[in-house]
């Protein structure tokens, strides 16, 4: 897996790469939207980690460009502006996801991976992460052959964790596609509804299955 | 006593004055040529004292209604002559943060209160200006915050995944990272406040069935209520659509609730209603707890503003939640309010206009 990041501000792509690195990407950078067309027309990426402050023309002229190119890389824009707007902007331009900064880096890679993941997502109904399963079409969950009882947002907030099994789940990227807010609400709300799930599916179990990573969010799967 | 009455009586006093001078004048000369042809024809005395008669008549009917006229015309004239001065008072009123930018208009015809009006709006100008200077300042404060904050949580990011790291080195890079969330929440809010402020924060209007994102916004305080066994209860809720951002609505019942959960005590109690009027509608939250003390209950919805200074250190958040909510509600033309007292129910009302 190859990825492109597109960033001016040196240290804020000099962290971004390493962390891709540590995560087993393999991580270009630029340093402006010149470049950065330059890089994406002689490589093909996996992914474009783009921000819309650039020198010169910037993230969304960029992506334009590419778009225009029929190139169609997955692109995760990072903006420092932060605006409704401007994310509805970068979305219609054909951007496929948008991060506000400051970002957490757990977060950023975590969508990074996302959308590596897109074409080939787990479209099975049936989802399973050691013996816990949710049938998708019955909303049924179960662990160790018990039916577990969920609220339908707990049960959304499974689900979303099932999809993403092995992989570290941001409080942003959770608060997004379980609760489809795009404001930080500033409440603990994620932390206290994984803790209730946590009851539901790990506390009769010896296998924990749902993993806290202070600071950065969750993660389900079957080893620690 | 408004300066138009004081001018009016002014008016009709000097007014009244002349005439009667006037009358004297006239008075005396006939009474002088009177006397003249008296010593001429004696024979025509008994009219004459008629025409005296006549004369105090004439006096007091034209000299009565001179005084009206007097009183009227000065009125007329004095509320003529002050209209800009009301209407300028009215223009005045009106002036607010939010519209110094709003110049009052000019009469044009050069007289004083044009020249006062030109004096005032010059005022209001580098009001503005000022104003306008403070709100970028803060703007590009928060924005160039921006950056610095993404760096250190990434460096901070980083460090934390060296394995080889002591406990007490992670747990120390573990609350500063929480302390640089923490500030770019609190940057974020500042930001978004200043936005809303200089008016570039747009509202995505659409249909909102109000009631529904109470019903969701009920669901997730009983979660959040839980681990303090705080009872959470709906106590009406009505089919309720309105035209709102749907996101900033949801923004502003979760803020307000999760206010209710965070003042609260442990086995308290927070109850919500949404109730339609007639146009408007009414969602009302009240919480248990120990209140808000009457000196710093005016003050809550300012920014950084704690309710409690008891405790400042055990809550978290930023210190704009209520600032945050105030806006929403505002941005959506309607009310919010609150009541408390120490050791009393606290209530919040939010009154939204219902769409026309």
Redesign the interface.
């Known amino acids: 897996m190859r990825v492109l990041v597109v960033e001016d501000e040196k240290k804020t792509a000099s962290f971004v790469r390493k962390a891709l690195q540590a995560e087993g990407f393999a991580a270009d950078v630029c340093h402006n939207g010149d470049d950065a067309l330059a890089a994406a027309k002689a490589t093909p990426f996996d992914v474009i980690v783009l921000d819309i402050m650039l020198p010169g023309r910037d993230g969304l002229g960029v992506l334009k460009q590419l778009r225009e190119r029929k190139n169609s890389t997955p692109v995760l824009l990072l903006s420092a502006r932060g605006e409704v707007n401007e994310r509805v902007e970068g979305l219609n331009a054909g951007a496929d996801d948008y991060l506000p900064k400051p970002f957490e880096l757990s977060e950023l890679v975590a969508r990074v991976r996302a959308l590596t993941r897109r074409n080939g997502e787990n479209k099975s109904t049936i989802l399973r992460v050691a013996d816990l399963t949710l049938d998708t079409v019955a909303h049924y969950a179960q662990r160790g052959g018990k039916k577990i009882e969920l609220t339908s947002r707990e049960y959304r907030l499974l689900e979303f964790l099932m999809r993403s099994a092995g992989r570290l789940c941001g409080r942003m990227m959770i608060l997004e596609k379980v609760w489809d807010y795009n404001f930080d609400p500033g409440t603990n709300l994620v932390d206290v509804y994984v803790r209730r799930l946590r009851e539901k599916i790990d506390a009769d179990f010896e296998i924990k299955l749902l993993h806290t990573v202070r600071g950065s969010g969750y993660v389900l799967k079957e080893q620690p | 006593m408004t300066i138009r009455t004081r001018l009016a009586l002014w008016y009709a006093v000097i007014f009244s004055a002349s005439l009667l001078a006037i009358g004297a004048v006239v008075y005396s000369e006939l009474i002088v040529e009177q006397r003249a042809k008296a010593t001429k024809h004696h024979e025509e005395n008994v009219v004459d004292s008629d025409a005296g008669e006549d004369l105090t008549q004439i006096i007091l009917l034209y000299g009565g209604s001179a005084i009206v006229v007097g009183l009227l015309g000065g009125w007329w004239l004095t509320s003529r002559a002050l209209a800009p001065v009301t209407k300028l008072t009215h223009a005045v009123e009106k002036i607010q943060e939010s519209n110094l930018a709003q110049k009052i208009p000019r009469t044009g015809n050069g007289d004083e209160l044009d020249r006062l009006t030109e004096v005032f709006n010059a005022m209001t100008g580098r009001l503005d200006g000022s104003f306008n200077r403070i709100r970028e300042f803060t703007l590009h404060a928060s924005?160039e915050l921006?950056?610095p904050?993404?760096?250190?949580?990434?460096?901070t990011?980083?460090a934390?995944?060296d394995e080889k790291l002591s406990q007490p080195e992670r747990e120390r890079l573990?609350s500063q990272?929480?302390e640089?969330?923490r500030l770019?929440?609190i940057?974020?809010?500042l930001?978004l406040l200043t936005?809303a402020d200089a008016g570039q924060?747009?509202l995505?209007l659409e249909a909102v069935k109000l009631d529904e994102l109470v019903r969701d916004n009920f669901?997730?305080t009983q979660?959040?209520a839980?681990?303090q066994q705080i009872k959470v209860e709906l106590a009406t809720c009505d089919t309720i659509s309105i035209r709102g951002d749907r996101?900033r609505l949801?923004?502003l019942l979760?803020?307000l609730a999760?206010n209710a959960v965070k003042y609260n005590q442990p086995g308290g109690k927070v109850t919500m209603s949404l109730r339609g009027a007639e146009d408007f509608a009414e969602f009302k939250i009240e919480n248990s707890g120990a209140g808000i003390s009457p000196e710093k209950l005016p003050r809550v919805f300012d920014r950084f503003f704690r309710g409690d200074s008891a405790h400042e250190n055990t809550i978290d958040?930023?210190g704009l939640?209520l600032s945050i909510a105030q806006w929403i509600v505002s941005a959506h033309g309607g009310k919010i309010q609150i009541e408390s007292a120490p050791e009393k129910l606290t209530i919040v009302i939010v009154r939204l206009p219902l769409a026309k």
């Open positions: 924005h921006k950056t904050l993404t760096v250190l949580c990434g460096e990011e980083t934390l995944r573990l990272l929480d640089v969330q770019t929440k940057v974020d809010g930001t936005k924060v747009a995505n669901a997730d979660i959040l839980e681990p996101h949801r923004q979760l803020n999760d958040g930023c939640g």
